[in-house]
């Protein structure tokens, strides 16, 4: 079945430094991908998305491009900062509407800044 | 506009007892989820509704788990009994409607489990 792989944490980083967390997924379909973000104490907040190959999702200067011929897709931010520090989520959808919006999730990264 | 609620926030049962979970969503919302997430993996869905009948319930262990969400607004997950395995997160989400194309789910603040 689908499934999505992403890089283990923790990832421990300065402020300001540039940020990568590496997601792959497997998907019979054309999945919809998703970055999902957990601050400490809240719930799952949608981060950014991209729903075709070669879009690139972006919000809060994260940026991750659907990549299909790799079947990846890498979050990336410029310069991190400590209010950053968060669990990330990698997901796809195996439906866009229609009969299902299932999300199956990787198992999180948790991102640690530093000052 | 008021988001995902769920109750209680945090429980702690025996084996064997039973529990059960409160969730209400975003007024308005058609479709309604419960997910499971076990520490240090992602939430895999439990059971989806639309309005009050069940979309997808494949992953739903049925011999000791039920939910319900009868009028089509809250909704009710249950355990009977529980197990040690079912310690986790239970999270609840809510989005527009999926018939009306891809809408973003909204994910309440969990209720943690633990079973001893």
């Known amino acids: 079945g689908d499934s999505v792989t992403q890089m283990e944490g923790p990832v421990t980083l300065s402020e300001e430094a540039f940020l990568t967390i590496n997601c792959t997924y497997t998907a019979t379909g054309y999945p919809s991908l998703f970055w999902y973000v957990q601050y400490p104490g809240e719930g799952l907040q949608l981060l950014l998305k991209a729903t075709k190959a070669d879009d690139k999702g972006s919000n809060k200067g994260f940026e991750a491009t659907y990549r299909k011929e790799t079947t990846s897709f890498h979050l990336e931010k410029g310069s991190v900062q400590v209010s950053d520090s968060a669990v990330y989520f990698c997901a796809l959808s195996e439906g866009y509407g229609g009969a299902t919006n299932k999300l199956i999730f990787g198992t999180g990264t948790l991102l640690a800044v530093q000052p | 506009e008021a988001g995902v609620a769920q109750s209680p926030r945090y429980k702690i049962i025996e084996k064997r007892q039973s529990v059960a979970f409160w969730c209400n969503p975003i007024s308005g919302h058609a479709t309604l989820y419960w997910y499971q997430q076990i520490l240090g993996q992602g939430p895999k869905l439990l059971i989806q509704?639309?309005?009050?009948?069940?979309?997808?319930d494949s992953q739903l262990p049925k011999d000791r788990f039920s939910a319900e969400r009868l009028k089509g607004v809250d909704s009710t997950l249950k355990i009977q009994p529980a197990k040690l395995e079912d310690s986790a997160v239970y999270l609840c989400a809510s989005s527009l409607d999926l018939l009306a194309g891809w809408d973003e789910q909204f994910f309440g603040p969990g209720t943690r489990l633990t079973v001893l």
């Open positions: 509704f639309q309005n009050n009948g069940v979309v997808d």
